[in-house]
């Protein structure tokens, strides 16, 4: 995943090694890499993208349920969670070959949009997945990196633990309690690229939390900052003063989805889907009547309970 993890497990009896518990993690990150990589040649999602065929194809257990999962935040978002956006990340120069810092030309926009749409392009029934687009490709770094979280926590329960943290790359899933036996303490950062400021500390249990943000990759030309939260309706990165959205969900695949999701919508569309929806959201505006660099915070109803 091009990113680092980390694993708390609490074991007063101490019932299980560390070394299992290592080797445990490691097959269970293997096995994610192995279906959910984009940048794995041998992985289900590789195999699925190398594809140009529009019969249906089978699909594993796990590939469906993600993608079940990713349909739903992708129609409660109004289509702004896609994983058929990468196409106008790459025209953006965010992808992994690309250099920030140019604009592309209307059409360039058009020619990658004509893959983009993972409602029009993409069916998910019980004969498998169908390309109704066989030029579209699906990216899964905004849900799959919370899917291989949820598995390390499967992983460690396999061996009768009950308390727990596992992080990868930010995104993060807490069962029970930490060593002190106390919910597990996370900070969400102040949505700043020049600093580590915490913003809110916020005590978790039994959820999984995703934080995404639009301030440590974007660019400036002719004083307009673009970021790489790309609006996949219009082919264009976000204009709006949201700078991050944290999501407390039932798990860390939903709640990674969902973060990315929201923070493409920004907090006025945003707040009304989580109300709707019963989601836990905060979001972290820049506040744009303040002379200095400032931020302001706006809670969901189920995230101000919960925190």
Do not use: C
């Not at 469906?64 to 196409?87: I, K, S």
């Not at 893959?115 to 849900?143: C, F, H, T, W």
């Not at 039932?250 to 709640?255: F, G, H, K, S, T």
């Not at 972290?284 to 303040?290: G, H, L, M, P, V």
């Amino acid at each position: 995943m091009g990113t680092t993890y980390t694993v708390v497990a609490v074991d007063p009896a101490k019932s299980v090694t560390k070394e299992q518990l290592q080797a445990a993690i490691n097959a269970s990150l293997a096995q994610t890499d192995i279906q959910m990589s984009n940048w794995n040649t041998a992985s289900e999602i590789s195999k699925i993208n190398a594809s140009r065929s529009t019969a249906p194809m089978a699909v594993s257990v796990e590939m469906a349920e993600l993608l079940d999962a990713a349909n739903a935040v992708h129609h409660a978002t109004e289509g702004q969670f896609d994983l058929t956006v990468g196409p106008l990340i790459d025209a953006w120069g965010f992808g992994a070959q690309g250099k920030p810092g140019v604009v592309p030309s209307e059409a360039e926009i058009a020619a990658a949009m004509t893959k983009v749409g993972q409602g029009d392009a993409l069916r998910l029934s019980q004969a498998g997945l169908e390309k109704l687009n066989p030029e579209a490709e699906m990216y899964l770094s905004a849900i799959g990196k919370g899917y291989g979280v949820d598995k390390v926590g499967e992983a460690l329960e396999q061996f009768g633990i009950e308390n727990y943290m596992v992080e990868i790359g930010g995104d993060i899933l807490t069962k029970g309690k930490n060593a002190e036996g106390m919910a597990w303490q996370v900070a969400i950062e102040t949505p700043d690229a020049l600093s580590r400021d915490i913003q809110k500390v916020v005590g978790v249990s039994n959820v999984g939390m995703a934080t995404s943000g639009d301030y440590r990759n974007y660019f400036e030309e002719d004083g307009v900052r673009y970021s790489h939260i790309i609006d996949a309706t219009t082919g264009k990165p976000v204009t709006h003063t949201t700078a991050s959205v944290t999501v407390l969900a039932d798990n860390a695949m939903l709640a990674d989805a969902w973060a990315t999701g929201l923070l493409a919508m920004g907090r006025e569309r945003g707040m009304a889907v989580a109300e709707a929806h019963d989601l836990a959201v905060l979001f972290i505006e820049r506040d744009a009547a303040s002379a200095e660099k400032a931020f302001v915070t706006a809670a969901s109803s189920k995230f101000a309970a919960m925190s």
